[in-house]
T-cell receptor
Framework: GQSLEQPSEVTAVEGAIVQINCTYQ??????LSWYQQHDGGAPTFLSY????GLEETGRFSSFLSRSDSYGYLLLQELQMKDSASYFC??????????FGSGTRLLVRP | KAGVTQTPRYLIKTRGQQVTLSCSPI?????VSWYQQTPGQGLQFLFE???????NKGNFPGRFSGRQFSNSRSEMNVSTLELGDSALYLC?????????????FGQGTRLTVV
């Protein structure tokens, strides 16, 4: 089986830093991806970690530790437009891309 | 290049009816996956097609089916609709390779069953 666990909701202040964690259990593992979805919108790809370590893309960074079956998405200099749902996802050995239940981020002024 | 196109965007159906949703992937993408999303829920995996073959199937009843055509366009069908089938149905296209897990989503079809 395959499952990804992440917190249901996180609140942070504009300009702050927030970390969204994801732990996973998969049969076969081909890296961890992160997607953002605004209300009423489609999920959009943010980042992918195929190997252990940190990947940085502008204000967003993503980290993976295969030994701990754990990853996180780090959002810096939060902006109001970052209020959205964030999903971690992983692909198993049968090419099935599975998503976590999502973390709703609320950025307050 | 054009993105993933899903039609229709909105649909209202009556219990017991059937419905067909369509998804046109990005040109060159051979993999199309379908997901069901309900309020407060994540994306529940329905099935994945690659080169006209169903490669994966999620834990949904047999009322949910799909297919993929030679041009990679995909359709999903839900028969004998139930109230609980009301949801946003998303399709995602990708190249289909293991190392590339970037999926591109369509805007979805919002299905309401009354």
């Amino acid at each position: 089986g395959q499952s990804l666990e992440q917190p249901s909701e996180v609140t942070a202040v504009e300009g702050a830093i927030v970390q969204i964690n994801c732990t996973y259990q998969t049969s076969g593992f081909y890296g961890l991806s992160w997607y953002q979805q605004h209300d009423g919108g489609a999920p959009t790809f943010l980042s992918y970690n195929g190997l252990d370590g940190l990947e940085e893309t502008g204000r967003f960074s993503s980290f993976l530790s295969r030994s701990d079956s754990y990853g996180y998405l780090l959002l810096q200099e939060l902006q109001m437009k970052d209020s959205a749902s964030y999903f971690c996802a992983s692909m198993d050995s049968s090419y099935k891309l599975i998503f976590g239940s999502g973390t709703r981020l609320l950025v307050r002024p | 290049k054009a993105g993933v196109t899903q039609t229709p965007r909105y649909l209202i159906k009556t219990r017991g009816q059937q419905v067909t949703l369509s998804c046109s992937p990005i040109s060159g993408h051979r993999s199309v996956s379908w997901y069901q999303q309900t309020p407060g829920q994540g994306l529940q995996f329905l099935f994945e097609y690659f080169s006209e073959t169903q490669r994966n199937k999620g834990n949904f009843p047999g009322r949910f089916s799909g297919r993929q055509f030679s041009n990679s366009r995909s359709e999903m069908n839900v028969s004998t609709l139930e109230l609980g089938d009301s949801a946003l149905y998303l399709c995602a296209s990708s190249l289909g390779g293991v190392a590339n897990t970037e999926a591109f989503f369509g805007q979805g079809t919002r299905l309401t069953v009354v």
